[in-house]
């Protein structure tokens, strides 16, 4: 009698869970994140290593831009050491570490101490 009260579809077995789908339900987050990589990661670690690369080869006269928004001359810089003394006004210098600097802008073709008449 208890036989008749059983529904076929709860006597049906579960079908197995192949490995396909599986593969299928992570391959939207796996694309997203390839996506991701490629258009927000990658591109700043390349920035981060030209930036890296301007500043242990910052030399006398090269313009930059400190983490505060400051603009400067280098006046002082030696690869060996941490700071760097910037001037940011004519008679104005600071003395910055390396790392506050946030970009090299350019670097002036001419010595700080040449004058055009």
Not at 64 to 70: E, M, Y
Not at 73 to 86: G, Q
Request: glycine fraction near 6%; proline fraction near 6%; aromatic fraction near 6%.
């Amino acid at each position: 009698m208890s036989d008749f009260l059983i529904s076929p579809a709860y006597a049906q077995s579960a079908a197995p869970a192949g490995g396909m789908s599986s593969i299928v339900q992570f391959l939207p987050y796996v694309l997203v994140f390839v996506i991701f990589y490629f258009l927000m990661i990658r591109p700043q670690q390349t920035k981060q290593k030209k930036l890296k690369e301007k500043l242990a080869s910052l030399r006398r006269g090269d313009r930059v831009v400190t983490a505060g928004g400051i603009l400067g001359v280098v006046r002082k810089a030696s690869p060996e050491m941490d700071e760097i003394e910037v001037e940011i006004a004519p008679t104005v210098s600071v003395r910055v570490l390396r790392s506050t600097l946030s970009t090299v802008v350019a670097s002036d073709t001419k010595p700080a101490n040449d004058t055009e008449a």
